[in-house]
């Protein structure tokens, strides 16, 4: 290898330059004489510098920095007096002296980093001229982590943190002390989350650091902040070592003093440059001087290695008294290490570090006063360890001495503070007692009345040691006893303001801190605390003032000189007269003006405080004022004005002039306009201000005592929350909750906590703020029913509700219901929409929401006392849900398991997480992560999730802010694998076989399907029955029994914001999705920091300007969801609901659903974005539409059927309406008022950019072919003819079935493209060839959301034959239990015609009141379609098996009856033939006594029966098929399809009791049997017959009844194999008959009346229906059931609202039957007191002799129109020469038409076979509303029309 040569000049460069270095601790520069020989000599000039850094670097006896002696600093000349708080005062200096910053938000933290943001975003220059550069991290551990590797590299660098953040920190802290790298760490510290998370002080974070080998100096005010902040900065470049300069949080970070700044000028003077060169810059890693750091070393060195740092520690001490006396030179202001203040002379001492030391400080100077010998020892440098100066600093008279922590360490034998003092003392031999003490946790007040207390317990002879103070520890006994009420403080205004979050009254009182102080001259001091609600909490503002440096750190106590109250509710729940002074002032904005109001409003104990403390009492209506001049809500100025006019801080008249100018220079950026309303508002005080004369009386006021003294407010009784539920609850409210929410949760014992910090859930229930200046009143009568408000209500405080008739009748006066409308499943309710007005936040978005205007906001007080009553009823009624959650009218009546919860008004979290308990609260695991979602979900006292009426709901907890997808992940695992052991442990104890059979058989159900809570559910009710009495049959059961609470599968899911899932937590995010465990995460984006205060995260979108981005963020939005899709594995979904409920109802039912890591990303908006809340569902969808959000699915299910995973919700954008967002919403508005350029740059981008993602989403969704004919299109080629597919969908169902068609039609090799209407190219319609839709109907004929806009253009003008060459048909589902049927597809199919376009076939109408729903007329309509297509079948493939059969001689039946679910054994008690013998036809009576078998039904209701084949004719079967009847078969269902109830049966059984061997075989059936035949003639005649020539055939083969066991005879070698039988014959599905009988009527009995199904064929075979052949033993049966297998159906019709209201009933043959039983309810309500309506019954039969069913009733009933049978009008339609029929009678009788259902409004039901007779009956009633009303047909329809609409009209019919 050549060697690089180096001449001999060179090398005593290098060498001499080195030497000097070394020996003089410094850079030597080259002389210049040197370095240009050097350059002339051609060698390198850098080099002998750059030798020498690098030797000062590797210096092994590197010497340490020397104070200097007689150093003389100029003062300042000036240091301007500012009024900020402790986290400005750090910022002030930090950014005086820093390059770099790297911050991350916590509280109290934040604002510095808030602060450093936005001075370096406006160009403010530093000490260094220069402007620092501020860099967000994405965690407080890559704050850490850069800022090492900022000072790596030789820069200033510093940051910010608290709490957890700070622990973080520490693997980086180690490193850089032990690197010793001059640096500042910022601590506002805060208390370590243990327990339970609190935000608020104590010093267990800093604490936590002390070993880490970081400096740490300690400011107790905020002076002192401003002060030893730049003591920090300079004494670390001094002495090496790194600085963690701490303070308290809150109330030093926040709380507001009046300082002395020093200017940047100055600070100049004192910093020493040549240490920042040599001790930071010269130490950087740098190629030019390479040297390595963090290397890994062995024990032999790494011990030596950690002690040589020793001297720079020893050191530190002296180089901080260095510059502690520099600034003390600069600014007149003396500070020491450890710095002693009290009685020269003192006996006993107290030593303490932070704010408490300014309050124990005061307590002295007033005990010294008094006489005591005491004093007080600050210490301020805490590391390293000042032993020596602390020692110094006692008194030498002292002889006790107490140590104050502000920090618990649990399980030491003392804290930080006080170990150190001990040590000091023994090492040095001193002797002297002294005790421990803690206090102040958690930022618990510490008090003059404390600090006394501690100075009396040192006068004891034997202190208490070890103690707590400021708590009552009445379980350990460690406590002191003390008095808050000692008031010590003089010449200082006290005031105390109690405001309402979100009113303004904190920043009015900021304001008034800045002017008093400012402009008068005064001291100030502000302190501000809050509950623990997010926004419409209570606000307390602690405000002092006075002409000297005020040094009371502690809330106002005693000695309030003026209160003002700014929400009259809180005048019952808050003592707020406390501490008033005798004589203070007292100042309430209410509406009661009058002694009369006041009285009748105050409670005893506010009228006793005023009178005895001779209380100036003063009232004003601000609310009023606020909105009369257009302030809205925001009341701050109105109330500020009152205190400047009665506080008596300032002159009357200067107080309203600074007043008034502070107005225009805070309000003047919002225009001219809000200035004069503040002003106006001031103005209005003056006016307003009431002072009130209250009688002597009230100092005599009763039950003047306060509830956290004793007395127990009566609780509501919630009866569907269990006993045992409710009595926990209210032992914790009680006992915990009342004294938190009424602020006097200090007086709460030790004894009261339950150790663990556990609470109960379902607590918010009882809060009842009552702070919603207004809440919404709802409209009956103009409610459309949708439920819409419901599901966007962030509070859940407006719900739904379904009663009964005796429950709307029970209902309290004033409560208003209508009848349900909707499906058959809402028969016989009413529906009411219900407000919880003391729980409402007035955000109104339910009012902007609702698309019916049934909503408006009415002033809380007229209306909160008339809907209270309301609520608690309906809160009370039995919770129903006969619609299912699928849809989202029917997810919202069920009950919300979170409600009322703490957030914002109009959050835009709590929606999502609302519908997520409606679906599946009772199985809910939550790990939740910390951020706004924690703070409402997880507020100690009041927590808003709730239980369902069997005690189950959301069980919740949080672990860190950064670990929350490993907390999930970890639930995950551990519910898991004890669910796999309990299974084991199930099957081992059966195998062994001790149990009952009862017991077995529910545990072998569980084992089957013990992953699926539905399906477990009702199984795992009746484990829970048995398994207690069987528990001690061994250890094995014991250990089940243990485990009883894991048979349900808990669901967990992760939820957090955004700044946990795409910052600090992304790496658990993304290793959580890369594991693929079942666990379903949902971040909650608001695209900001929110809970903190609003800053930026990598959610936040390009040009958005926040807190840490205030000249707007640069980058794009982190794609969270495409990343996830990565792993292929994961489900994901990206919602809006506001956009769509329906689309993300379903995503959520999807994740859940799906077996595997899933991903919800939740669009959430948030008040911080500078919107009005009520309209954020607006907001949402413009975001939508616009592309801004995208709203997708991406399920890994789908590759399986080969389809594209990822299927685009909205798939149609419109880029340009994201301008409305720019312009619109302050995040981005402002970067616009800024620097219109930029955001014209910024915004511009971000719109082309997500163009292109859209472009890049829709390719997802595409395959090869859409994606060829994408491409092609792109570059301007022709595409190959596809056909269209188009749906309107509003649950998801058109949408399937659309997706399912098209899948159809590609099987078929057609080309096909399937989306929304809205999001297709509408102007691209007529050049499509053919045209295929799938329409969904909602409401009454409304189109569904994703359809309105392609309806709106096709009803636009356009030219003749627009559509000509358009081909097209149109396929409904509806369902004929509304009015408008169909209306949407038949409306399109209608208005496509008149466009020119071909229909291709008729208007399919699906009914989800047929059969098989709308399937019933798809399955002829779809194959009818490809034959008019002329499409080829698509290929044969038979799928594989779904099932997996196992045969076995002799098999074993799990039951004695296959029981579908929902179906119960009934006894059938009568069974009697009710029309003559030999009569055509067979009408029988039968009863079921529902007695003892847990069924129940409804007026109206109908009777599902299960029949079975009949068993001659399935022995016939089995023997051609060729198996045993007792052959014993197995049934495996993989697929968790569902379809068989048991597993284990036998032949006989299943083809009997479960399988349909004769019903009709659908055309599917015809398609597998060719797939299978192996016979070429059967298989080539099963192929015609599906063909279009093969058509009349088939329904021929139709025509004579053929099932499926026929149909298989008919072609014997297309004999399915048993495990593809089972899965080809459908189930056996219920017969549906009308209930004839009324349950209040005839109680237990059901009566049904049926007439026989019998037929004889084309080919003259006789035949019989199945089910009715069942019961009436025919048709191959050997006789009639005595039991059947049967469960109730909801009522198909909506029934009289009224007893009262009129009654016309249409009978057509046994449709009698619930005809009779609305007769028969109307008696039972006549029995029981009841006025009732007239009824009238129309009945209509061929023969009265032989069909006059139940006719002996009628006529009774009738008795000549003198029984309550009013009318009885018969249509005998054979009984003579001319047929009458039903609307013969009905024209007959058309005054009773018009008077019972026109002006009484009354009722009518038609019930019976469908077809011409009930248009007929429709037409008479028609004829009837024109001739007696005077209508014209067409009002007349309208009218009928308008009768379904609201339930009077119905008809069931088959």
């Known amino acids: 290898m050549k060697k690089c040569h180096i001449s001999l000049a060179q090398k005593r460069l290098l060498q001499g330059a080195a030497a000097l270095a070394k020996s003089t601790g410094k850079i030597v520069p080259i002389p210049i004489e040197e370095w240009q020989r050097a350059t002339e000599e051609g060698r390198h000039p850098g080099l002998a510098h750059h030798a020498a850094v690098m030797a000062r670097a590797l210096n092994h006896e590197a010497g340490v920095y020397i104070p200097k002696e007689g150093r003389v600093i100029e003062p300042c000349k000036v240091q301007p007096e500012v009024p900020m708080d402790g986290n400005q005062a750090t910022t002030y200096v930090a950014y005086a002296v820093s390059e770099q910053a790297l911050i991350y938000p916590i509280s109290p933290a934040t604002s510095m980093g808030e602060h450093m943001d936005n001075w370096s975003a406006a160009g403010r220059l530093n000490c260094f001229d220069d402007v620092p550069t501020v860099s967000m991290m994405q965690s407080e551990g890559g704050a850490a982590g850069a800022l090492h590797g900022c000072l790596t590299t030789g820069s200033l660098a510093t940051t910010f943190t608290a709490s957890q953040g700070l622990l973080l920190m520490i693997p980086n802290l180690y490193l850089i002390a032990g690197e010793l790298m001059p640096c500042v760490i910022h601590v506002s510290a805060r208390t370590i989350a243990k327990h339970s998370l609190s935000i608020f002080n104590d010093h267990s974070d800093v604490m936590a650091c002390r070993q880490t080998g970081f400096a740490m100096l300690c400011s107790s005010s905020v002076q002192e902040v401003m002060d030893l902040s730049l003591v920090s900065h300079i004494a670390t470049l001094k002495a090496r070592v790194p600085f963690m300069h701490f303070f308290d949080g809150w109330r030093t970070s926040a709380g507001i003093q009046k300082i002395k700044t020093i200017p940047y000028a100055d600070i100049k003077k004192i910093f020493p440059y040549e240490e920042l060169q040599e001790n930071l810059r010269n130490k950087a890693l740098n190629p030019n001087h390479p040297i390595i750091r963090g290397v890994g070393q062995r024990p032999d060195i790494y011990y030596q290695n950690s002690v040589a740092a020793n001297k720079f520690y020893n050191a530190t001490p002296a180089i901080v008294e260095e510059v502690m006396d520099e600034v003390y030179q600069l600014t007149g202001r003396k500070y020491s290490l450890v710095e002693y203040h009290g009685a020269p002379d003192a006996d006993r001492v107290v030593i303490v570090m932070g704010s408490a030391a300014e309050t124990t400080e005061e307590t002295v100077d007033y005990l010294i006063d008094k006489g005591e010998k005491v004093g007080v020892v600050k210490v301020r440098l805490f590391r390293p360890w000042p032993a020596d100066r602390l020692l110094a600093a006692i008194p030498k008279s002292c002889t006790k001495v107490c140590v104050l922590d502000r920090t618990k360490e649990d399980g030491a034998h003392g804290n930080p503070l006080y170990l150190d003092v001990c040590a000091t003392h023994s090492d040095a031999g001193v002797r002297r007692k002294i005790v421990g003490g803690v206090f102040g946790l958690a930022s618990k007040e510490f008090t003059p009345g404390q600090v006394i207390a501690i100075f009396e317990n040192l006068k004891q002879e034997t202190p208490k040691n070890h103690f707590n103070i400021g708590i009552n520890d009445d379980v350990t006994h460690t406590s002191l006893d003390f008095d808050n009420n000692i008031d010590i403080i003089k010449n200082t205004t006290q005031c105390i303001f109690w405001g309402l979050g979100g009113d303004g009254t904190i920043g009015a009182n900021k304001a008034a801190i800045k002017t008093i102080t400012m402009d008068a001259g005064l001291y100030g001091q502000a302190y501000f605390n809050y509950d623990s609600h997010k926004e419409n909490g209570a606000t307390i503002s602690h405000l002092r003032f006075g002409s000297q440096p005020i040094k009371s750190e502690y809330m106002i106590c005693s000695g309030a000189d003026y209160i003002a109250c700014h929400h009259p509710s809180y005048v019952r729940k808050y003592d707020m007269l406390n501490p008033i002074a005798e004589g203070g002032i007292f100042v309430l904005n209410c509406v009661w003006t009058t002694i009369e109001e006041l009285e009748a409003n105050f409670p005893a104990r506010l009228k006793k405080q005023i009178a005895e403390n001779k209380v100036k009492l003063y009232v004003v209506n601000a609310t009023k004022m606020a909105l009369d001049i257009g302030l809205g809500h925001r009341i701050n100025t109105i109330m500020q004005a009152c205190f400047y006019l009665k506080s008596g801080v300032l002159p009357i008249d200067d107080a309203i002039k600074y007043l008034k100018d502070s107005i225009v220079g805070l309000y003047s950026k919002k225009g001219q306009k809000v200035v004069d309303a503040n002003i106006k508002g001031v103005d209005a005080a003056e006016q307003g201000l009431l002072e009130i004369k209250y009688p002597a009386s009230w100092a005599n006021a009763e039950g003047a005592h306060f509830t956290a003294e004793g007395a127990k407010r009566d609780l509501f009784l919630h009866k569907n929350i269990p006993n045992e539920i409710n009595e926990q609850v209210d032992s914790f409210i009680e006992r915990m909750m009342d004294p ?147 849809t989202v009218k029917g997810s919202q009546f069920s009950t919300p398991l979170l409600e009322f919860s703490g957030a914002c008004p109009g959050c835009g979290e709590t929606p999502y997480v609302k519908l997520l308990t409606q679906l599946f609260g009772d199985r809910l695991v939550i790990a939740n992560s910390s951020g706004c979602s924690s703070v409402w979900g997880g507020t100690a006292g009041t927590n808003p999730y709730t239980v369902n009426k069997e005690g189950k709901g959301p069980a919740w907890g949080r672990s860190l802010f950064e670990d929350t997808a490993e907390y999930g992940f970890g639930m995950a695992l551990s519910i898991k694998g004890r669910r796999n052991n309990l299974k084991k442990l199930v099957e081992q104890v059966l195998a062994e076989g001790i149990i009952s059979k009862e017991l077995s058989t529910e545990l072998t159900k569980w084992c089957k399907n013990y992953d699926s809570y539905d399906k477990v559910s009702a199984t795992v009710d009746k484990i829970e029955a048995l398994l207690p009495l069987e528990k001690d049959k061994s250890e094995s059961m014991t250990r089940i029994y243990n485990e009883l609470d894991m048979f349900r599968p808990p669901s967990v899911w992760i939820i957090g914001g955004d700044g946990w899932a795409y910052d600090i937590g992304y790496n658990g995010v993304d290793h959580v999705l890369s594991r693929g465990e079942n666990v379903n995460i949902m971040i909650l984006d608001t695209e900001m920091y929110s809970n903190t205060g609003g800053q930026v995260s990598k959610a936040t979108s390009k040009s958005t300007v926040l807190k840490f981005a205030q000249d707007g963020k640069k980058e794009m939005k982190k794609d969270l969801g495409r990343l996830a899709m990565q792993y292929e594995h994961a489900y994901v979904a990206s919602c809006a609901i506001g956009a769509s409920y329906q689309q993300t109802l379903t995503a959520i039912r999807e994740a859940e659903e799906y077996k595997g890591t899933s991903l919800l990303l939740c669009f959430s908006p948030c008040i911080d974005w500078g919107i009005n809340m009520k309209s954020q569902m607006e907001w949402q969808k413009t975001a939508v539409d616009s592309g801004y959000w995208k709203m997708y699915r991406y399920d890994p299910r789908l590759a399986d059927k080969g389809v594209p995973c990822l299927q685009l919700d909205a798939a149609k954008i419109k880029p340009e309406k994201m301008n409305t967002i720019f312009e619109d919403q302050n995040r981005f508005s402002q970067l616009t008022r800024k620097d219109q350029v930029k955001a014209e740059m910024y915004q511009h981008g971000l719109i082309d950019k997500v163009t292109q993602n859209h472009e890049i989403y829709q390719r997802m969704t595409m395959d090869d072919n859409e994606m060829l004919d994408f491409l092609k299109e792109k570059v301007g080629e022709q595409t190959s003819e596809k056909m269209l597919v188009l749906y309107a969908s509003e649950t998801g169902t058109a949408m399937n079935l659309a997706k399912e068609f098209a899948g159809e039609l590609k099987r078929r090799d057609v080309r096909v493209k399937c989306c929304s209407c809205d999001d297709y190219d509408f102007e691209n319609l007529p050049n499509e060839s053919r045209v295929f839709f799938i329409a969904a109907t909602c409401g009454q004929g409304e189109f569904p959301e994703n359809s309105k806009e392609f309806w709106k253009a096709l009803n636009e003008e356009h030219p003749e034959g627009w559509l000509s060459g358009v081909n097209f048909s149109v396929f409904g589902l509806g369902d004929t239990g509304y009015a408008y049927f169909n209306k949407v597809a038949t409306d399109l199919d209608k208005r496509l015609g008149e466009l020119g376009a071909t229909r291709i076939q008729a208007c399919g109408l699906g009914d989800d009141k047929a059969e098989e729903k709308w399937e019933t007329a798809w399955i002829d309509w779809e194959p009818e379609l490809y034959n008019n297509l002329e499409l080829p079948q698509p290929p044969a493939e038979l799928a594989p098996p779904t099932y997996v059969v196992k045969q076995s001689a002799v098999g074993e039946e799990e039951e004695e009856r296959i029981m579908p679910a929902g179906a119960t054994v009934l006894p059938l008690t009568v069974n009697k033939v009710v029309n003559p013998p030999g009569h055509d036809r067979d009408i029988r009576h039968f009863e079921i006594d529902l007695s003892g078998t847990g069924v129940s039904y409804n007026c109206g209701d109908s009777m599902g029966v299960y029949p079975w084949n009949a068993e001659s004719r399935v022995q016939e079967f089995l023997a051609w098929y060729g198996i045993k009847p007792e052959a014993g078969i197995n049934i495996g269902d993989p697929h968790e399809a569902g379809k068989f109830p048991i597993q284990a049966t036998t032949a006989m059984q299943l083809f009997r009791q479960c399988l349909d061997l004769y019903g009709r075989p659908s055309r599917k059936f015809y398609e597998r049997l060719a797939m299978i035949a192996k016979n070429p003639q059967e298989k080539s005649h099963l192929e015609h017959l599906l063909t279009k020539e093969g058509k009349p055939e088939l329904l021929a083969i139709n025509k004579e009844t053929l099932g499926y066991a026929d149909v298989m005879q008919m072609f014997p070698s297309a004999k399915p194999p048993l495990e593809y039988l089972v899965e080809f014959v459908p189930a056996i599905k219920p017969r549906l008959y009308s209930i004839a009988s009324s349950p209040d009527y005839d109680k237990q009995m059901l009566h049904m009346c049926i007439v026989a199904d019998d037929w004889t064929t084309p080919k003259g075979e006789y035949k019989h229906g199945l089910t009715t052949g069942y019961l009436a033993g025919r048709g191959g049966h050997t006789g009639s059931p005595s039991h059947i297998n049967g469960r109730i159906n909801p009522a198909a019709f909506a029934l009289p609202s009224s007893p009262q209201q009129p009654i016309v009933l249409v009978g057509l043959g046994t449709g009698i039957a619930p005809c009779r039983a609305l007769i028969r309810d109307r008696l039972a309500q006549r029995d029981a007191g009841e006025t009732i309506g007239p009824m009238s019954l129309y009945f209509g039969v061929r023969f009265k002799a032989s069909e006059y069913t139940y006719g002996e009733e009628w006529d009774a009933l009738h008795d000549n129109g003198k029984g309550p049978l009013t009318g009885l009008h018969c249509a005998f339609s054979r009984d003579q020469a001319h047929k009458i029929y039903v609307q013969n009678r009905i024209s007959e009788n058309e005054d009773e038409i018009y008077e019972y259902l026109v002006k009484q409004k009354g009722y009518y039901l038609l019930c019976g076979p469908g077809g011409p007779p009930v248009k007929a009956a429709r037409a008479a009633l028609e004829a009837a509303f024109v001739n007696k009303g005077g209508m014209s047909p067409e009002e007349a329809n309208n009218y009928v029309t308008q009768m379904q609409i609201e339930g009077r009209y119905n008809e069931e019919v088959w």
């Not at 009143?777 to 379904?802: G, M, S």
């Not at 609702?850 to 009415?858: E, I, K, R, S, V």
């Open 740 to 886: 938190m929410l009424e602020l006097e949760g200090d007086s709460l014992p030790v004894s009261a906590m339950t150790p663990g910090g556990y609470m109960p859930t379902a607590t918010c229930m009882q809060e009842k703020r009552g702070l919603a200046p207004e809440v919404p009143v709802w409209e009956a009568d103009k409610c459309t029913q949708c439920n819409y408000c419901a599901i966007v209500c962030p509070h859940a405080v407006i719900r739904p509700f379904l009663l009964t008739k005796q429950e709307a009748k029970d209902a309290p006066e004033g409560f208003e219901s209508r009848k349900a409308q909707g499906g058959a499943e809402l028969g016989g309710f009413n529906y009411t929409i219900q407000v919880s007005s003391m729980d409402c936040t007035g955000c109104a978005i339910c009012v902007a929401s609702c698309p019916d205007d049934a909503l408006y906001m009415a002033p809380f007080e007229k209306v909160a006392t008339s809907q209270a009553p309301n609520w608690n009823f309906a809160i009370n009624l039995p919770p129903r849900n006969p619609v299912g959650n699928s």
